[in-house]
């Protein structure tokens, strides 16, 4: 983040086979220059010769050219290029300056990397860092730079941890890469140990956090190459974040690669081998870092890794513990050396009390060899956050509170206190016991095996976020048992809460990698989805609400079989989760009639509201209607709050959402708002499901003002509650984007909330996954509104990419974005284009369905719509036949749906010349519109519309009128529909000529003026109207 590059790095090579062989007489070796050298060549006063040698100098010295940088202006060894490398420094931005969406406040730092500002993000309402890289680093001058730089910070986004600085979003302004990133509020890790005595336990309590920040890095294939005091934060919190990952590279290891360092391996070539070899590589990623804290492969030019970090992390460590470097050395040289021996120095005797192992394990984290440091940095803070010293303090809290028993249990209680490290350590166990290496390799083989092109990206992106669930399910597990049985802070009838939770979010691991062992290409498909719905582990801390919840019955009998029930629960829902509704549904049928069965209300909710929900995505309405009702009932008298709020939110979105029953999903909203409360505490999982479905259904009924509201209160939820990279943000991001283009037209916004989204998709899930898939849809839509038509082709292209190789052409998804392609093909004015491939998805869509849907009704009253733009006029009625019918047998003759199907008839009908039959059908259309939406929703405007023109074919000049004019004041509510209203106008135009007299005159005038304002589709229309039509005398 706050990172060195120079452009030097990319022009010189260092020659590491004469700097090994070469005796110290060599000229490799000659000795630095002096201080009085430096500081005259950053000043520009050396003679050329002796300029040019220092130069060459430079290019092999990793530490003369970081003190030159320091001579030449940074703000710290490396963070500038020398004054005689560098053009001169940009100018300073002005308060107010936009840099994207971010107003610049006031810098707050600079190096040769670029410059740091604090900013503001209008849109989320917060302060930020915001760095603008220099545009003199080597991207400017290469395009490949500047995209592997954005890779690269991409890379960076993709990782979200407490001791991390987070990085929220990446981009370019004016040729020049910008990060934003989270603004913190402290010092530098060096200020903090310069500003007053430290214990050696404090110093190695804020060096573990900064460990588990770089363990974090390298868990998502991140180096940071440049670790350092200056490069750590503690922030006025008393948090410690490790930032500036300016020098990280991405890294891809192999699947199942272990963190310690291969003899080769994808982060680099032999890592753990002899440094004798010459790697011919450029200083671009040879001399990253700085130079006092270099391992040696740094020095040698050898790939850098996990255990590079390790090695800087040891020195820097043993530096703040013991006031100097871990190796002797005065000069640059002498250091180098040093450190390619592998000699550390005794350790100094000025840290009395400092444990040996603690000592022992520095020393080996700087051994030169990778392979002989520790196997990972989890590793090393398992010693430092393990020492004899934290187990005395406990043990004398304890001793003081009392809590030692005498005779027998004071034995026990005894070895339980000196020996906490051996309880409560079953939690890896059992995490092994589920996903192991024998249940990852399944799972892999499983997806590989599915035929899926994509399947290994989508095994690195499920592994990821199930190793990264998995172990903070281990500790979750250990911390709660350690509560009770080690510090005594936790009644056992808590911890029996707690680890009942972590039970069952452990069986939802299981199933998912049962279910995956024989992955499909659908199954395959949400297997990334699958994996980011296991239940939130924040729910098992939290106290309160677990100890409001019931407990298990009392009844062993009747315990075993609520237990043995919501496992294969856990089963049927992993299998909805992955699409596999066919095997799903049947279970959960016999489910619930099981769990009705059992004397346990709770239980019966979760069964009702499991098959509610597989019906609701199987698209059966009133079999979920009624089984969501009965799962409200069993909750509430089961005392289930939650459930009970989540059943309610689902009847809403059925209600707003799937159908048009809005009162029916008001109510349903004031039932889950009121349990919410009555809960008294904040479930920010179930609040943001509850402003989803509040949003659906504003949006559903055209409040698009107020489904922006709270989607943008959604949004703001769940960045307070996970942070602003959390997984939960993306399909929240998208639906906010989506409200900004219905609320006015706010393209811009919903523009810049979908990117970010993207980047959220990529980063959890990957470019190869459903999840990006469909940002790449919403990317279209927006794009769409936006006018960039080539631009919204693309993204559905890059959509129906991804699902042809994660699901074949032969899927939902692919036919549906199929019809979304066509759509726009037919806003473009490419009519047979579109039509072809509305045939395509149409066909696509009814050898997938077994029975009818609505998504094939959908396809085809759009296709009959493309149909009747070009004048196939039978093609289009047959196909808006077929739609009405099916809308009509499945939603209903009063249906929002249906009366769209019968505008899109009736304006056919109009255009075929069939004026009292397309009247009749607009009509019905009008009663539906106004019955189901807002009197001021745009569906009016367009509706009154159509009729006001057909009125005029048929003569009826003040039937006409009266439409269009009602049509024209309600379009002038709505500036998104600008195009909408010009067309209107174009009509009220006519019929201003038909009614005769002076206003003939004018309406052509209108006409003439409307000509330039309207479309290229509508433009056409208009100049045969008027070449039809003279000028009166």
């Given at each position: 983040m706050y990172g060195n590059v120079s452009w030097a790095h990319g022009r010189y090579t260092l020659v590491v086979d004469e700097l090994i062989s070469m005796p110290p007489s060599s000229p490799a070796f000659e000795p630095c220059p002096s201080e009085e050298v430096l500081v005259g060549f950053t000043a520009g006063t050396l003679p050329a010769q002796e300029r040019a040698a220092l130069e060459v100098h430079l290019a092999q010295c990793g530490v003369c050219f970081e003190v030159v940088s320091a001579l030449a202006g940074g703000t710290s060894p490396g963070l500038a290029a020398p004054r005689a490398f560098a053009e001169q420094p940009p100018p300073m931005l002005a308060r107010g300056t936009a840099v994207g969406r971010y107003l610049i406040l006031a810098p707050i730092g600079a190096g040769g990397m670029g410059v740091v500002y604090a900013a503001y993000d209008p849109e989320l309402d917060r302060k930020i860092a915001l760095k603008l890289l220099s545009p003199h680093i080597p991207h400017s001058a290469s395009p490949s730079e500047g995209q592997r730089l954005q890779r690269e910070a991409r890379a960076l986004a993709r990782l979200s941890h407490p001791n991390v600085v987070t990085v929220y979003d990446v981009g370019i302004t004016a040729g020049q890469v910008f990060l934003a990133m989270e603004l913190v509020d402290g010092q530098t890790l060096g200020e903090w140990l310069a500003a007053g005595p430290r214990t050696w336990q404090q110093v190695v309590r804020s060096f573990a956090e900064a460990g588990r920040g770089l363990a974090a890095a390298h868990a998502v294939g991140l180096v940071h190459r440049d670790f350092k005091p200056d490069n750590v934060l503690v922030g006025r919190d008393g948090k410690v974040r490790v930032s500036d990952f300016g020098l990280a590279r991405a890294v891809q290891p192999t699947p199942g690669e272990a963190s310690s360092p291969p003899e080769a391996s994808a982060w680099g070539e032999s890592p753990a081998g002899s440094h004798s070899g010459a790697p011919g590589k450029s200083l671009t990623g040879m001399h990253a870092g700085t130079p006092r804290y270099m391992a040696p492969e740094q020095w040698l030019g050898a790939a850098a890794g996990p255990w590079t970090d390790q090695f800087s992390f040891c020195g820097v460590l043993w530096e703040a513990l013991y006031g100097e470097l871990p190796f002797a050395g005065t000069t640059p040289e002498a250091l180098c050396r040093e450190v390619l021996s592998g000699q550390v120095r005794p350790a100094p005797a000025r840290r009395p009390g400092l444990p040996a192992p603690l000592h022992a394990a520095l020393v080996r984290g700087l051994q030169k060899e990778p392979s002989a440091r520790h196997p990972s940095m989890e590793a090393l803070l398992a010693v430092l956050e393990s020492s004899p010293a934290r187990r005395r303090r406990r043990t004398l809290a304890l001793l003081a509170a009392g809590v030692l028993c005498v005779a027998l249990p004071g034995v026990y209680g005894a070895w339980r206190l000196w020996h906490p490290a051996e309880l409560c350590t079953g939690g890896r166990a059992r995490v092994l016991e589920v996903w192991g290496s024998t249940a990852r390799e399944g799972v892999r083989q499983g997806l590989l095996a599915s035929g899926v092109p994509t399947a290994e990206p989508l095994w690195q992106a499920l592994s990821r976020r199930v190793d990264a669930y998995t172990a903070d399910w281990a500790s979750m597990h250990r911390e709660a048992c350690e509560a009770t049985r080690v510090h005594g802070e936790q009644s056992d009838a808590l911890l029996g809460r707690r680890m009942l939770c972590l039970d069952r979010a452990l069986q939802r691991v299981a199933a998912l990698a049962r279910q995956l062992e024989h992955a499909g290409p659908t199954a395959a498909g949400k297997a990334v989805d699958a994996a980011h719905a296991l239940p939130p582990l924040h729910a098992c801390a939290d106290a309160e609400a677990l100890l409001g919840s019931p407990g298990l019955p009392e009844n062993a009998s009747v315990r075993q079989q609520v237990q043995a029930l919501r496992e294969q629960m856990a089963e049927v829902k992993t299998q909805g989760e992955l699409g596999r509704l066919k095997e799903a549904l049947p279970r959960a049928e016999e489910l619930t009639r099981t769990a009705e069965a059992l004397p346990y209300r709770p239980v019966q909710a979760e069964a009702l509201l499991l098959e509610g929900g597989l019906r609701l995505q199987a698209e059966q309405y009133s079999q979920a209607r009624e089984l969501l009702g009965r799962a409200v009932l069993r909750a509430e008298a089961g005392r289930e709050d939650a459930l009970a709020v989540e059943a309610w939110t689902s009847l809403a979105l059925l209600d707003g959402t799937y159908q048009t029953a809005f009162a029916e999903a008001r109510r349903s909203l004031e039932h889950a708002q009121a349990g919410l409360e009555r809960l008294g505490r904040q479930d920010w999982l179930l609040a943001a499901k509850l402003l989803r479905a509040r949003a659906g259904l504003e949006d559903a009924e055209g409040h698009w003002a107020e489904a922006l509201a709270l989607d943008q209160e959604r949004v703001q939820l769940l960045e307070r509650a996970l942070g602003p990279d959390a997984p939960e943000l993306a399909g929240a991001l998208q639906n906010l984007a989506l409200s900004f283009t219905r609320a006015q037209g706010r393209v811009e916004e919903a523009h810049a909330a979908i990117q970010r989204s993207q980047v959220l998709a990529e980063r959890h899930w990957g470019t190869a996954s459903m999840a990006f898939a469909k940002g790449e849809t919403a990317l279209a839509m927006i794009e769409r509104h936006r006018k960039r038509y080539p631009e919204a082709r693309a993204a559905y292209e890059r959509a129906l990419a991804i699902y042809a190789r994660v699901l074949g052409e032969r899927s939902s998804h692919y036919s549906q974005t199929?019809?979304?392609?066509?759509?726009?093909?037919?806003?473009?004015?490419?009519?047979?284009?579109?039509?072809?491939?509305?045939?395509?998805?149409?066909?696509?869509?009814?050898?997938?369905?077994?029975?009818?849907?609505?998504?094939?009704?959908?396809?085809?009253?759009?296709?009959?719509?493309?149909?009747?733009?070009?004048?196939?006029?039978?093609?289009?009625?047959?196909?808006?036949?077929?739609?009405?019918?099916?809308?009509?047998?499945?939603?209903?003759?009063?249906?929002?749906?249906?009366?769209?199907?019968?505008?899109?008839?009736?304006?056919?009908?109009?255009?075929?010349?069939?004026?009292?039959?397309?009247?009749?059908?607009?009509?019905?259309?009008?009663?539906?519109?106004?019955?189901?939406?807002?009197?001021?929703?745009?569906?009016?405007?367009?509706?009154?519309?159509?009729?006001?023109?057909?009125?005029?074919?048929?003569?009826?000049?003040?039937?006409?009128?009266?439409?269009?004019?009602?049509?024209?004041?309600?379009?002038?509510?709505?500036?998104?529909?600008?195009?909408?209203?010009?067309?209107?106008?174009?009509?009220?135009?006519?019929?201003?000529?038909?009614?005769?007299?002076?206003?003939?005159?004018?309406?052509?005038?209108?006409?003439?003026?409307?000509?330039?304002?309207?479309?290229?589709t509508a433009r056409p229309e208009v100049d045969a109207w008027l070449a039809t039509h003279p000028a009166p005398p």
């Open positions: 199929l019809g979304n392609l066509a759509f726009l093909l037919t806003s473009q004015g490419d009519h047979a284009a579109a039509i072809t491939a509305y045939q395509r998805a149409v066909n696509l869509e009814r050898q997938l369905a077994q029975e009818d849907t609505e998504t094939l009704a959908l396809l085809l009253t759009n296709q009959a719509h493309a149909y009747s733009e070009v004048g196939q006029y039978a093609e289009a009625l047959a196909a808006g036949r077929e739609a009405l019918s099916l809308r009509t047998a499945m939603l209903g003759p009063r249906h929002l749906e249906t009366g769209v199907t019968l505008f899109v008839l009736g304006v056919t009908l109009r255009k075929q010349g069939q004026h009292a039959q397309a009247l009749e059908h607009l009509q019905r259309a009008q009663d539906i519109i106004e019955a189901t939406l807002p009197a001021d929703h745009s569906y009016q405007a367009i509706c009154w519309s159509a009729i006001g023109h057909t009125q005029l074919l048929l003569g009826r000049l003040a039937q006409a009128r009266a439409a269009l004019e009602q049509a024209r004041a309600l379009f002038e509510r709505h500036p998104e529909e600008a195009q909408a209203l010009l067309e209107t106008k174009v009509v009220l135009a006519k019929v201003q000529w038909e009614e005769g007299g002076p206003g003939r005159a004018r309406a052509r005038q209108q006409l003439l003026e409307l000509r330039e304002q309207v479309d290229g």
